[in-house]
C-alpha cells in the first residue's frame, strides 16, 4: 500500500488483485458493523458531493437482486464488489478473475 498520489483518502495497491482484496475486507467488516443493506452500506462511500448515496444504494441493490434497504449477505461480496467499481469508474474495468482471486484471498 503507498499513499494516494493526490494525498486524499484514496489507497493505492501495487496489484489490482490486492485492491480487490481490501474491497473485499472491508465489505465483511462492513456487513458485521450493521452497514448491511445497499443504502447503509452506500452511505459510507457516497458523500453526496461526488456520488450521490440514493443512486449509490440503486446500483448496489440493482446488482445484488435485492431492495435498498433488504439485508446483504457474506456471500453477495463478488456482486458488490462488482457494482461499485462499475459505479465508480463508469463501466468495468477489473477482470473477473482479478475480483475473484482478490475475494478468494480476503
Known sequence: VVP????????????IVNGVRAMAKNYKNQIAKGFDT??????KYASGEG?????????IADAVGIGVNDK?????????????????NGK???SESDIEQGINIS
Do not use: C, H, M, W
Open 4 to 15: 494516494a498520489p493526490n494525498g486524499g483518502n484514496f489507497v493505492v495497491f501495487d496489484t
Open 38 to 43: 445497499p443504502s447503509s452500506y452506500a452511505s
Open 51 to 59: 456520488d450521490n448515496p440514493v443512486q449509490y444504494a440503486k446500483f
Open 72 to 88: 446483504l449477505k457474506p456471500s453477495d461480496a463478488k456482486k458488490v464488489i462488482k457494482a461499485q467499481i462499475r459505479f465508480e
Open 92 to 94: 468495468d474495468i477489473v
